[in-house]
Nanobody, 112 residues
Framework: QVQLVESGGGLVQAGGSRRLSCAASENINTMAWYRQAPGKQREWVATITNGGIKNYADSVQGRFTISRDNAKNTVYLQMNSLNPEDTAVYYC?????????WGQGTQVTVSA
């Protein structure tokens, strides 16, 4: 059982920045961030592998940066130039043996 604990959410003004953290109970090769806005389906945001390969959704490319500290089993999401459309609950994701694990989520609210 993989445990994921997110932190770093909160209220931020449009144009501002926020960094999210996800602490995992063990090292997982591929870690990802997803988000779910009110009334919408959960959507993928970014992925990073142990080797540092990163991929981003078009909506966040150039504004968000995913990184990880393998020594701490922690993944980060640096979010810059935030806008109200980024308001959502952000979830950390890990997949192990084809099983998806999710954190509890952390709310990010961007005010106009």
């Amino acid at each position: 059982q993989v445990q994921l604990v997110e932190s770093g959410g909160g209220l931020v003004q449009a144009g501002g920045s926020r960094r999210l953290s996800c602490a995992a109970s063990e090292n997982i090769n591929t870690m990802a961030w997803y988000r779910q806005a009110p009334g919408k389906q959960r959507e993928w945001v970014a992925t990073i592998t142990n080797g540092g390969i990163k991929n981003y959704a078009d909506s966040v490319q150039g504004r968000f940066t995913i990184s990880r500290d393998n020594a701490k089993n922690t993944v980060y999401l640096q979010m810059n130039s935030l806008n109200p459309e980024d308001t959502a609950v952000y979830y950390c994701n890990a997949k192990k043996f084809s099983v998806n694990y999710w954190g509890q989520g952390t709310q990010v609210t961007v005010s106009a």
